[in-house]
């Protein structure tokens, strides 16, 4: 347990944190360059599932896993500002939550693209967020 003035926090409180920050970081940035450089990730993604049964639909797509991406990163940024301003982690843990689906769908998209490589980089993003999900388990 670290203790700051009248604050304490435990290791489990700062893993969650850092895993939290870690996936805010990683899906902001993602999120924000599917908006800032739409045009180019269209593009590219268009190529990418042309030959997929998804090809119809990349932009519905693109819309949908941009905005999964920014609510599940705001959640875990927020979350973490709740927790130090109110000791509150129930938004930490719903970003999460909405990391690792929107972590499925981008594995879902991978495989079905058959890019195999792209899909198992997803692995180890998916499993840090589970097991950011699963310390929310522990009493």
């Not at 941009?66 to 938004?91: H, M, P, Q, R």
């Not at 495989?111 to 998916?126: I, N, P, Q, T």
Request: hydrophobic share 55%; proline share 1%.
């Amino acid at each position: 347990m670290i203790h700051f003035n009248c604050f304490s926090i435990s290791a489990l409180d700062v893993s969650q944190i850092l895993i939290s920050a870690f996936l805010a970081i990683c899906f902001l940035q993602s999120g924000l360059d599917k908006i800032f450089d739409r045009k180019g990730n269209l593009d590219w993604l268009i190529g990418h599932f042309s030959n997929s049964p998804l090809k119809n639909i990349v932009p519905i797509l693109l819309m949908l896993i941009t905005l999964s991406e920014l609510f599940g990163g705001l959640l875990c940024v927020v979350g973490i500002v709740d927790f130090f301003v109110n000791g509150v982690k129930k938004l930490m843990l719903y970003g999460l939550i909405i990391n690792s689906i929107s972590l499925i769908a981008l594995f879902f998209g991978q495989r079905l693209a058959k890019d195999y490589e792209g899909a198992s980089v997803l692995v180890g993003y998916f499993i840090i967020t589970i097991i950011g999900i699963l310390s929310f388990s522990v009493i």
